[in-house]
């Protein structure tokens, strides 16, 4: 209640807050409400961590019960086993990823912020029409073009390899949708123009002013096109068949598929968790680390 | 040549000339626009337009032991097959239902979650927001699979918790409830990520709005819902667009719970599922393109239509 009377005498430097302020009865309402959410979001994390302690056979009868520890502390025995386990290919599967979702979020970010800041700075002929194309093109499922996309590699020997997942993975339609977006307005014209006075050339304006004005457009489109390309599923299913090869999505659902559908020896229910739990840490402290820079960049679409 | 002689006389006077007709400068700096976009277009082109093009083409030809083998010209015999197949058409019928449940579930949590946050500034928002989040950083096959064993009678915590109230856990995983089980896991993974758009949108308004429409006599509810609400409505189109698209073509969840809820899951369950099952696991490519292709339109008329529908509150021309 003090904040929101010194709040109150001061509208301007907080302002946004002094619309923010509520009753005492309502903002508990609010709290349990949030307290709730939370509790939904996080409950299966925790699941997932208290699982990765276990043995194999720890995960269906435990002193501890599905949501809390056993007595027996498993977790260093799993890490273990990931790096022997069929030849440690888990963390093949690991740098698999790494390396899908680094060549192509890059890759595809330096695509599309040259792109959005030719739609969004240069006057040419038929850029209307390639925006329009663009948008339409946000519209498409990308799935729908797994199935071809397959095919068409398989007719070029390339199935079965790296580039399979990485060049397809370097397509992002949104995202140069949204560095255009953003690029509009954060980049002003008379810079621009005031820097072709002075006799830079259109590359170095493009490296010394126009990039660092998009860098939060960059941040962004690069956060969304790792994410998507870390998470992508159906395509590397698709096109991948060498284990060797796989992104850790994929290997843990066959060792899933393999631990439900087979015999004692190939369930691997304490590897499945921990792995699941290993695989998903470097996302979250990526994203936990870059808060400031992702927080108000999601937002970018919607600014018109 | 003329024209360039002018240009260059014309020279010193640079400011005022760009308003002039398209000038030498003009022209080179339009091909720097194109330069910019080369890259990006080589990819668009052999990654989007290649593979829609050749996947119409597939469409309209038919290849397989009845044509010897041989790629034969079938017009449109394939989409006469897909509009009259049962398990395109259920399929179809299918991830419609999971749009109409769906989508409003996961908008209307992250609205809620949405406009809490931005009422309270307190260091338990913060955590929430974070917290809230986070399911969006886990890929989806790790959140389905996550599910997967939180439903599981073997696994999961269901029958302790029913237990403690002296019930059955129910069967998550079989026919009746996979619906439900499915659209709680989306709507996990993802209502993280909208809250976060319509969070940041809602913060972009101007407080003083507040102030006057409180000074009018509204309260926090009117302002929440003929404020914020009507003021995010951009927001909001683009976040049901990508909901409604990523919908339609459902596939990793439940193709990854298949293995633990095999007899509710069949592998016509989505388009997106049937189509991969045609192409990999009956080499009917020509066919499974077809089910794409007619995703892909049906998907794009949706959305087209749901653009065109709000386009006064998007702000889209």
New interface residues.
């Given amino acids: 209640m003090t904040t929101a009377t010194t709040q109150q005498t001061s509208?301007h430097a907080a302002?946004?807050?002094?619309?923010?302020r509520?009753g005492g009865p309502?903002?508990i309402g609010?709290?349990l409400?949030?307290?709730l959410?939370?509790l939904?979001?996080?409950v299966?994390?925790w699941?997932?961590v208290v699982?990765s302690t276990k043995t194999n056979s720890g995960?269906?009868v435990g002193s501890g019960?599905?949501?809390w520890f056993n007595d027996e502390f498993a977790l260093w025995d799993n890490v273990q086993q990931l790096f022997t386990y069929q030849g440690g290919i888990y963390w093949t599967w690991m740098r698999n990823s790494f390396v899908y979702a680094i060549v192509g979020g890059v890759g595809?970010t330096?695509?599309?912020v040259?792109?959005g800041?030719?739609?969004a700075?240069?006057?040419?002929?038929g850029?209307n029409l390639?925006f329009s194309m663009?948008l339409?093109?946000v519209?498409?499922?990308?799935?729908?073009?797994?199935?071809?996309?397959?095919?068409?590699l398989s007719q070029l020997g390339m199935i079965n390899t790296m580039w399979a997942v990485i060049?397809?993975s370097?397509?992002s339609?949104i995202g140069?949708y949204l560095v255009r977006v953003y690029a509009v307005d954060a980049i002003p014209d008379e810079m621009l123009?005031a820097g072709?006075?002075d006799g830079a050339g259109?590359l170095r304006l493009?490296f010394r002013v126009a990039l660092p004005l998009l860098r939060p457009a960059f941040v962004t489109v690069l956060l969304l096109t790792t994410?998507a390309t870390?998470?992508n599923?159906?395509l590397p299913?698709?096109v991948l068949r060498d284990p060797q090869l796989l992104p850790v999505?994929?290997g843990?659902?066959q060792w899933?598929?393999l631990s439900?559908?087979g015999a004692g020896g190939e369930q691997v229910?304490n590897l499945?968790?921990t792995g699941?739990l290993v695989?998903?840490l470097p996302?979250?402290v990526?994203?936990?680390g870059l808060?400031k820079y992702w927080?108000?960049g999601?937002?970018l679409?919607?600014?018109? | 040549m003329t024209s360039t002689t002018t240009e260059r006389a014309a020279a010193p006077a640079?400011?005022g000339r760009?308003r002039g007709g398209p000038s030498l400068?003009?022209t080179k700096?339009?091909?720097?626009?194109?330069?910019?976009?080369a890259?990006?277009?080589v990819?668009?082109v052999?990654?989007?337009l290649?593979?829609?093009a050749?996947?119409f083409w597939?469409s309209l030809h038919t290849k397989g032991i009845a044509t010897g083998g041989e790629s034969v010209f079938t017009g449109v015999a394939n989409y006469v097959r897909v509009f009259t197949d049962a398990d395109f058409l259920s399929g179809m019928a299918r991830v419609g239902k999971f749009v109409l449940v769906m989508v409003p579930v996961q908008i209307g949590?992250a609205v809620?979650?949405a406009l809490?946050?931005?009422?309270?500034?307190?260091r338990?928002?913060k955590?929430?927001r974070?917290?809230?989040?986070?399911?969006?950083?886990?890929?989806?096959?790790?959140?389905a699979?996550?599910?997967?064993?939180?439903y599981s009678p073997?696994?999961?915590?269901a029958n302790?918790i029913f237990g403690f109230f002296g019930l059955d856990a129910p069967d998550f995983l079989s026919r009746d409830l996979i619906f439900g089980s499915l659209v709680n896991i989306v709507t996990?993974q993802w209502?993280?990520?909208y809250m976060?758009?319509v969070y940041?949108?809602l913060?972009?308004i101007d407080?003083?709005v507040?102030?006057a429409a409180?000074l009018d006599g509204a309260g926090?509810r009117q302002i929440a819902f003929r404020i914020k609400i009507p003021m995010?409505a951009?927001?909001m189109v683009?976040i049901v667009?990508f909901a409604l698209?990523g919908t339609?073509?459902f596939?990793?969840e439940p193709?990854?719970l298949r293995?633990?809820a095999q007899g509710a899951i069949p592998t016509t369950y989505t388009p997106?599922m049937y189509?991969?099952s045609m192409?990999?696991s009956y080499s009917q490519?020509n066919y499974?393109?077809t089910i794409?292709?007619a995703?892909?339109i049906l998907?794009?008329i949706g959305?087209?239509i749901f653009?065109y529908a709000t386009r006064k509150q998007?702000?889209l021309k």
């Fill in positions: 509208p302002g946004r807050r002094a619309g923010r509520a309502r903002r609010s709290h409400f949030l307290l959410a939370v939904y979001f996080i299966p994390l699941w997932l699982g995960l269906f019960g599905a949501l595809s330096v695509l599309a040259l792109a800041y030719a739609l700075k240069y006057r040419f002929r850029r390639y663009l339409g093109s519209m498409v499922p990308l799935t729908a073009l797994t199935i071809p996309t397959f095919v068409l060049l397809p370097l397509l339609p140069v123009d072709r006075v259109e493009f994410v870390w998470n599923f159906f299913l698709a999505t994929v843990i659902n899933q598929a439900n559908a229910w499945i968790t699941a695989s998903i996302l979250i990526a994203f936990l808060q927080q108000g999601l937002s679409g919607s600014i018109k | 640079r400011p760009r400068l003009d700096r339009q091909w720097w626009g194109w330069l910019f976009l890259p990006f277009t990819v668009f052999l990654f989007l290649v593979p829609l050749y996947a597939l949590l809620a979650i809490v946050l931005d009422t309270l500034a307190t338990l928002s955590a929430s974070l917290l809230v989040f986070v399911p969006y950083a886990i890929p989806a096959v790790i959140g699979l996550m599910w997967g064993f939180l073997r696994f999961g915590p302790d996990w209502v993280g990520y976060i758009i940041a949108a913060r972009a407080p003083s507040y102030e409180r926090d995010i951009s927001s683009m667009v698209i339609l073509q596939f990793t193709t990854v293995s633990v997106n189509a991969y192409a990999f490519f499974a393109s794409a292709f995703l892909g998907v794009f959305s087209y653009l998007s702000g």
